[in-house]
């Protein structure tokens, strides 16, 4: 039998050829959902480049949310490697590069933009228990120097995983990326699995926790004032648990389906062969959601950041449409009243 279709660990057979991966959904119809999410993810982030290119870094919450967005123009630019190899519109070689590269930067870069989101709650949470407290933590500059700490965690906690995947690469091996790690490599590819986990379950925690206190907080202001715009208070606190609404539906199931599914890829010769392809099939539908946190983010900047919306292009059209109209309003008044 062919050396490459032999595991060289413990002398069973690759994974690849014991149990074969069904990817006809994963052929037909992930390419095309993440087709559609990379154009609205390019569109909607380069406006948000755009507008905070225009925004100066004035405070810890405007540092957070640029980050999120390099964050997120990064995971969009990894997608149509993903695509092509997925779709199999291109050479294996591509698939190779994903396993070894491109998937491992657009794991990075996710978990990048959960701790973000999770420094951006206790920013808000900050904000609204101490409006008018001066902690460094407050200062922008605790800001940029904490965000490039996160940064530089997750690329040296990811960088082992592009050198471990050694093994060579073959059409046959590609097709699981597991295949082309060593016994090292997987020991710590379920190690960095888990600590994501941790750090995902963290923020989640903290998050609710914030928010929660926010909400308390929101609640008392509304008994106090006791407005009668019942309407108005629904719309803010719907801005107010929108990061938690973001944060929860595009991550949660991904971080429910992914500790089986990687120990199914590192424990395979334990693990039945169905269950090996449910679990792919959970893990890529899960995955999907989580990258939709790319197009979700704007919303947040929307909401969250008044300089943004101001700034954004339709709504200046509005502001100057609107001053027209006044202004053409105030002539014909000044006028009327020359006449009589």
């Not at 640029?66 to 519109?89: C, R, Y």
């Not at 922008?140 to 690469?169: G, H, T, Y």
């Not at 089986?260 to 539908?285: F, G, H, I, M, R």
């Not at 100057?320 to 202004?327: I, K, L, W």
Request: hydrophobic share 45%; charged share 15%.
């Amino acid at each position: 039998m062919n050396a490459t279709f032999l595991q060289l660990n413990n002398g069973s057979l690759n994974s690849t050829d014991r149990c074969p991966r069904d990817n006809r959904i994963t052929h037909l119809i992930f390419p095309a959902l993440y087709t559609t999410v990379f154009f609205a993810g390019m569109f909607l982030n380069s406006m948000a480049l755009w507008v905070f290119f225009k925004i100066p870094s004035s405070s810890t919450f405007i540092v957070y949310l640029k980050n999120t967005l390099v964050a997120d123009l990064i995971m969009t630019l990894m997608l149509p490697f993903k695509i092509l190899s997925d779709a199999n519109l291109g050479p294996w070689q591509i698939r190779a590069f994903v396993c070894r590269f491109s998937a491992v930067i657009f794991y990075e870069t996710m978990y990048i933009g959960i701790i973000l989101l999770g420094l951006i709650a206790f920013d808000r949470f900050l904000k609204i228990t101490r409006p008018f407290g001066k902690f460094c933590v407050q200062k922008p500059i605790f800001a940029q120097i904490l965000s490039m700490l996160v940064w530089l965690f997750l690329f040296f906690l990811s960088l082992p995983n592009m050198i471990l995947s050694n093994k060579e690469a073959t059409p046959q091996s590609v097709k699981k990326c597991a295949s082309l790690k060593g016994p090292w490599g997987l020991k710590w590819h379920k190690v960095v699995n888990y600590v994501c986990q941790f750090i995902f379950w963290t923020v989640f925690s903290l998050m609710l926790l914030f928010y929660a206190v926010i909400a308390k907080k929101v609640y008392e202001s509304f008994r106090k004032s006791k407005s009668k715009d019942t309407q108005s208070n629904k719309n803010l606190e719907g801005k107010v648990f929108v990061v938690v609404a973001v944060f929860f539906v595009c991550f949660a199931p991904f971080h429910f389906a992914r500790v089986p599914y990687t120990q199914s890829q590192t424990n395979n010769s334990k693990t039945d062969c169905a269950v090996q392809n449910q679990l792919y099939l959970a893990k890529e539908a899960t995955l999907f959601l989580a990258t939709t946190n790319i197009c979700m983010d704007p919303l947040i900047y929307i909401f969250l950041c008044k300089k943004f919306t101001e700034r954004l292009p339709c709504v200046r059209k509005m502001q100057r449409t609107n001053q027209e109209n006044h202004s053409s309003q105030t002539d014909n008044i000044t006028l009327s009243g020359q006449v009589l």
